[in-house]
């Protein structure tokens, strides 16, 4: 994966934009012969979570107990506030929204998201339903391409997750992180240094691909991007960044770089 788009927020426009695209079924919409994920059993299975995160999602085995029950807690409650609808031509179980909501929770727990209420609708799509591997249309609606969220929830491949990126723009929606904070401008403006310098980090793959496809270099992408990092290669994001590294431990209040300190 690595590419994707983001709503932006604050404009009449905009708000237009993702009401239209967040309610279901309509006529307009590519997504309008989805088909509701049984959420009804994601929660009367709900036992069943911390067994199906260990098969399912990497980082999850790599968090100490209380984590684990913090994630597991979050998923339970995501699931339970939130509509999911799925491709027709996917064949995942409704475990797919736990993959979904416990990845979520790796941004989302330390923060007052409340379980990120403010996402109403998500959208499991197949791999050609949309020309981008997921976005976020303000804080309210994500679309993800399925095959993407499970494989990089069961394996860790550097700088890649995109439950994570999309996510990221959610709490920084509702946070407002980008701009608020020098650690993350600093390394934005010196990743900007290094690619004049003709040094790309290869953490960082699908930020370069954004900054070639849009013209103006976008601090918001980079929050995603050294976020899905942080998740998935904390050490090698601290030797390029480690102030950075630093500010996510405390925003996600996870010690990725100790969690997973011998990968
Ligand atoms: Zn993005």
Redesign the pocket.
Known sequence: MGD???GESGDSTDLEHIRRQSAPFLADSPLRIQRPLDLERTLTNATAIAPFLEQNMRVYRALDTAERSVVVEFTEQFCANTEFFIAPSLSYGFQIAWCVGANAALVGAAQQTNYFESVEWVYLCDEEDLDVAG??LGYSTVRLDAHACLDESRHLIPGQNLIV??FA?ILDHLLTIVGNHDELSLSFERALDRLEDGVEDPLLTGWYE?LRTTTEANE??FF??TSEAFFTAPNALRQLYPELTDLYIGIYGLDMPTRLQKL
């Open positions: 994707c788009t983001t976005d976020a990126h999309e723009h954004d918001l992408e995603a991007y």
